[in-house]
């Protein structure tokens, strides 16, 4: 096997944490690994995350990769033809999306389920490295890494200077999710803050367009008088922003995947959702909180991991 494609159409948090898969991809022997998806996502990890090329999963007709009733175009084909192994994370019950790429002459097909199994409390990516090894992908597979060049460090802490903070220390606090129920409560982040602050630490708050639209405007209003806000970030930058300050403290979610891979220290706030099957993978990652039926971490509990994680 000399080129492989990973095909993708899930969430950040899902795309960092299959670049594990890229990892066993290139451990058995892969020289380039293209990525198939959306490169508002997957353009992270190209080439900082061992991807080397990215296309665009809505672009120049690979829709047509989920119709049964039509062919896909020429020149999909053309370049599909050139992998020697397809890896699809895409929901294909049906083997739709399997039968075209067969017949554009890829020459092995494997399919991963991209959710958990149930009943399991295994951490996803090893069910997904367990699939891949089935059929002769035998690589390791290591945690997610991106790497961010001394440039876009540099630019980080200007970003960071803007808002009145040295990066050496900042500590970001990212309290948005994809989904509310993965969110501990604002006003938590908000005491978390103030803690922050009175230790001589300068909390600056995440925002993105989730947060935009599922908080109120209450508490956007509380937050940004409380601490600066960064939004309006490609995911470039804010990989570059996490890189440079001294500690993060986010939910599960992309930001905190990404978190982990780039080498910032984390804390990751897990409520209903499992830490043992979602947990952001990294050397400098703690957990607070999570798994079944547990309740919110307290303030205090994230506090105390926050004054490990600037510690180390």
Same mark, same amino acid.
């Given at each position: ?84 192994? =397809?890896?699809? @994370?895409?929901?294909?019950?049906? #083997?739709? *999306? ?6 554009? /002459?890829? &020459? +092995? ?89 009175? =230790?001589?630490? @300068?909390?600056?708050?995440?925002? #993105?367009? *989730? ?6 405007? /209450?508490? &956007? +209003? ?91």
């Amino acid at each position: 096997m000399t080129r492989a494609l990973l095909i993708h159409g899930g969430t950040l948090g899902d795309f960092v944490l299959s670049l594990r898969v890229v990892s066993a991809l290139r451990a058995s022997g892969a020289a380039h690994v293209s990525v198939l998806g959306r490169p508002a996502v997957c353009g992270i990890a190209c080439p900082r995350g061992g991807v080397d090329e990215v296309r665009d999963i809505e672009a120049h007709g690979y829709h047509r990769l989920f119709s049964a009733e039509s062919e896909l175009g020429e020149a999909a084909r053309e370049w599909l033809a050139g992998f020697d192994l =397809a890896v699809n @994370m895409l929901p294909d019950g049906d #083997g739709v *999306v399997s039968g075209h790429l067969k017949r554009a /002459g890829v &020459r +092995a097909v494997i399919e991963l389920d991209p959710r958990p199994r149930p009943g399991t409390r295994r951490h996803i990516t090893d069910q997904w490295l367990a699939a891949v090894q089935t059929e002769g992908i035998l690589g390791g597979g290591d945690a997610p890494e991106i790497h961010i060049e001394a440039a876009l460090a540099d630019r980080a802490r200007a970003i960071l200077g803007e808002r009145g903070t040295a990066g050496e220390r900042t500590i970001l606090l990212a309290p948005g999710s994809g989904s509310r129920k993965k969110c501990w409560p604002a006003a938590e982040y908000l005491s978390l803050a103030f803690l922050a602050h009175r =230790a001589g630490w @300068m909390p600056v708050c995440l925002l #993105g367009p *989730v947060e935009r639209e599922t908080f109120s405007d /209450g508490e &956007r +209003a509380s937050i940004g008088q409380s601490m600066p806000i960064l939004d309006g970030l490609t995911v470039i930058d804010l990989a570059a922003c996490l890189t440079v300050a001294r500690a993060y403290v986010g939910n599960d979610s992309g930001v905190s995947h990404v978190a982990a891979a780039v080498g910032a220290r984390v804390v990751a706030i897990f409520g209903p959702t499992d830490p043992a099957v979602w947990r952001p993978l990294g050397r400098r990652v703690r957990v607070a909180g999570g798994g079944d039926g547990a309740n919110w971490p307290s303030v205090q509990t994230v506090w105390q991991h926050v004054l490990e994680a600037i510690q180390c």
